[in-house]
């Protein structure tokens, strides 16, 4: 893989975003747990189990990319499959845990799908990883990955609602696309890995399993689906 720095401006986006994405959580989960009527007490409290739940998620996925395991691609089976399987469990316990519950119910429908408009700056960075030769370019909207337009789309869909010029039906047809182009790239990264390789050797997807780039799966796309998911909650009740 090409040599690159934390501080150049496309790769710290892959921290950047992340930290972002975790302190937005944080503060949405002790907002919706006041407007849920808890006491002040009782959301800090939901707060602090969130920030400590979601950094040792973080801390162990930053480990597990800086240690090498994941890159152990003979091992039955991989240890990338086991991060795969972490994102699942993660992902669902946040979107149908008390957090995801009180996120689906208290939460203005609009700011819900704003959040997603971080996956527009995300792929802004990952096609320049791709031109910088670290990630292979079907991951990219050059490529086979379109997932830009759901953050391109997320920022004015969520202007729309908030505005009052749309409601739900637009954020469910907006949510079944964007979960669709999500489960696109995820099934084009899995088939880039060394034990698919589904689009040559040349090509193959193995730059998330290093410090930052792994928590584009870990974290990044972790947010998007539980993001999904908790929209479609809030879309059904």
């Known amino acids: 893989m090409a040599p690159y720095q934390l501080t150049e401006p496309a790769v710290a986006a892959f921290v950047v975003i992340p930290l972002v994405l975790f302190a937005l959580l944080v503060w949405s989960v002790a907002a ?16 602090t189990i969130t920030a400590l739940v979601a950094g040792a ?18 091992l039955k089976p991989p240890p ?13 316990m946040l979107a149908f845990g008390p957090a995801g519950r009180n996120l689906a119910r208290h939460a203005p429908l ?8 971080f996956r527009l700056p995300l792929e802004l960075a990952m096609h320049a990883m791709a031109n910088r030769g670290i990630m ?26 908030a505005a009052g010029y749309a409601g739900r039906r637009l ?11 999500l489960i696109n790239i995820i099934v084009v990264a899995v088939r880039s890995t060394p034990v698919f390789a589904a689009f040559g050797p040349d090509r193959l997807n193995t730059f998330v399993t290093y410090v930052p780039f792994v928590w ?9 689906l539980a993001g999904h998911l908790i929209v479609a909650r809030a879309t059904v009740r």
Do not use: C, H, K
């Open 136 to 161: 292979p370019v079907q991951m990219t909207y050059t490529g086979r990955n379109f997932d830009i337009v759901s953050g391109a789309t997320a920022m004015v869909v969520a202007a729309l609602v």
């Open 57 to 74: 998620w973080m801390a162990a996925t930053w480990i597990a990319g800086g240690s090498g395991i994941l890159r152990e691609w003979d």
């Open 110 to 117: 609009w700011a819900l799908v704003a959040v997603q408009s």
């Open 216 to 224: 584009l799966p870990a974290v990044m796309v972790s947010a998007a």
């Open 32 to 47: 919706v747990w006041r407007r849920a009527g808890a006491s002040p007490a009782s959301a800090r409290r939901a707060a």
């Open 171 to 181: 954020v469910i047809a907006w949510n079944v696309l964007g979960f669709a182009l």
């Open 80 to 92: 990338f499959a086991v991060l795969l399987l972490g994102i699942m469990v993660v992902s669902s």
